[in-house]
């Protein structure tokens, strides 16, 4: 670890973006973190970035894109909404063997809108329901179709 400290400010945000949060996305996908969790790997690799000095930038001034004078890393409090809007947004438009399970477990007396389940995965869906469907419109076709949801 001693030698990862002697990295200019470039490489460690190189390795924030690629290590800490590749490492973690897979929970980040699959469950609902805690922001105490969020916070705390925040807080890590801000102190990480510093090398435990005075932050001479703010943490959410470098989770700016860098067309804006920021370093690119992403917000992990960003990254877990995007995961949970992204399963609702599969759960609403795909037909594919995972969508159609939790369809035919979860949704089969209820829609989305009104569900809740006390599981693990449905609860990040459930979590992210409501600020995925702000984002979407229906997409009225013919008249007899209305599936066809549109992220804007």
């Known amino acids: ?37 969020i916070g705390e790997i925040d807080s890590l690799s801000v102190n990480f970035l510093w090398n435990n000095r005075m932050h001479a930038w703010g943490w959410g001034s470098l989770c700016q894109p860098k067309s804006e004078g920021g370093t690119d890393i992403r917000r992990l409090a960003d990254t877990c909404k995007a995961a949970g809007m992204k399963l609702v947004w599969r759960l609403c438009t795909s037909n594919s063997l995972w969508a159609n399970w939790m369809r035919n477990t979860y949704l089969t007396s ?26 979407m419109r229906m997409h009225i076709r013919d008249g007899t179709d209305t599936c066809g949801l549109i992220l804007g």
Do not use: Q
């Not at 990862?4 to 929970?27: D, M």
């Not at 009104?114 to 469907?133: G, M, N, R, V, Y």
């Open 1 to 37: 670890m001693d030698g990862c400290l002697k990295h200019p400010i470039a490489g460690r945000v190189e390795l924030i973006r690629t290590v800490i949060h590749n490492s973690i996305s897979y929970w980040i996908r699959s469950f609902n973190l805690p922001l105490s969790v």
């Open 110 to 135: 209820t829609p989305l809108a009104l569900a809740s389940s006390p599981l693990l995965d449905w609860k990040l869906i459930i979590s992210h329901k409501e600020i995925t469907f702000e984002s």
